[in-house]
């Protein structure tokens, strides 16, 4: 059996993980990131932790290790491994981590591949995960902010300049509310977690009736309201749904996918809150495309950013 | 010298030409297609200017023909040469246009490609019109409806279903006017011909002053008022304009091509009525990509269609 190292590298916490050929996730590790330290340390601490699973690998007896992926947020240049920007590490850019880690890894005889955390999540889902058995997938990540990855044809699309795939910033409301890219009316502006919050805010400032109390929202609280029964809970990730439509309504039109599979946070929401709404919603607005295009939650939830790195390995 | 034949398959033209590969376009021939003699007879009506085609060549000395591609508006499955459906034929349905042409071709040992008109127009203006030197390119044809195509690494983009590349069907309004397709708020229910008639009949009837009668408009009027300073006029091309741009900038996010190319009738408008506000709300609306993207107007104009066309016989 053939074995990779996927990377999950966040703003809080490096998660690394085995992955076998088959899909099946081993010595597991979670250190600290400690951005403040900046990037060299990072990739010291990347790199030790490389080291770290190979050794455990080792002792299991899974020596067959034929490469390394890592992940992160950001506009990554994946052919060179450079992180142009990233949301996680506010003072970068243009960081050649590849670089750095590869360094890091002295003469280590493994290729290392950097490309963008959603791009390796979609990957991941359509290796091991709700997109089994599909070779063109978009996927979205509904959590602070709406990401996005293509695969076409089992790979990563990455467009001409490493942009491809941002599905958060289709527009869904021209006019509508304002993102945090700039744009106004942006998927992520109806979607993203704190525009969920900020949605409800608005139409509990405008006198509807709820349960809610507009202080102390979270999501998670919008979706047990609306479990509950409340109405303007209910009718928020109603709207939520229609949104996420609108946009996959231009995706499919534009890239005509087999699958759309939506992970992060805010897809907790779960089928009757949110996918109900989607599925009805994008059935009503798209042409009657022969094969369709299937809509489905993530399967591979908290593991999916080691397990989508891990398939970089793969994907080159 | 090599050359390859294309065909544009029109509601009431077909229009072939015999196309240099260094673009160079000779033995233009147009025939009727008398749609109502039904697919059979328009397959033999094909073969028969094929080879006229070729007895031209062979007299002018330009023998050596690599193949033969034919351009359809609809959904055209590329792989079987079978047109899905077509708004200019509209009894056809999955009608096996290849296989017919063939039959008809007899022995003749050259290849035949079909494809969509609007992925073939954006081909040939990558290899010989306005994307010379590009890769990666959408292209829009404005006209009755609103066309698309996508071509990735100089080859036509599919998609899963042979759907790709709908991007008049991109979502720029979602409460907004209802379009063919039977969507609300797709880019063709705001720039297809019929809608900006519409769009400005409406625009009179709200009683704005304007120099256009309502009852007998075309966009080519609306296009000479608004030359002539008619700021109702003006007004309607600046948001036609706006409206394109948002497409585009789904387009840019999803897809991150090198350039946008805009041909068809509408696009005749221009750089001041049309396509200055189109790259500044672009602009305004489109996060700060390395790279970016060009908007800029088609060149191959009429002889697009047999252009694009001969190009398909090198995209395989």
Redesign the interface.
Known sequence: MKYSIGIDLGGTYIKAGLLAADGKLSCRMVVSTCVDEGARAIATRIAQTIYQIIELAEKEDKKEIVGIGLGAAG?IIADSGVI?FSPNFPGWSDVPLLNYVTEELGGLDLPLYIDNDVNAMVLGELHHGAGVGY??AVGLTLGTGVG?G?V?NRKV???????????G??????DGRKCG????GCLEAYAGARHIVERTQQQIAEGKKTCLDSGVLTPKQIAEAATAGDELALNIWAETG??IA??L???A??????IAIIGGGIAAAGENLLFQHIREEFT????D???GMEIVPAKLGNDAGFVGAAMLVYNN
Chains 1, 2 share one sequence.
Do not use: F
């Open positions: 506009l142009h070779e063109n996005g293509v076409i699309y990455h467009g001409s300049w490493n942009t491809a795939g941002e599905l910033h289709t527009v869904v409301q021209p890219c700039g744009n106004h229609r949104y609108v946009a309504t231009s995706i039109h534009i890239l005509n996918p087999q009503k607005r798209t042409m495309i022969p094969g």
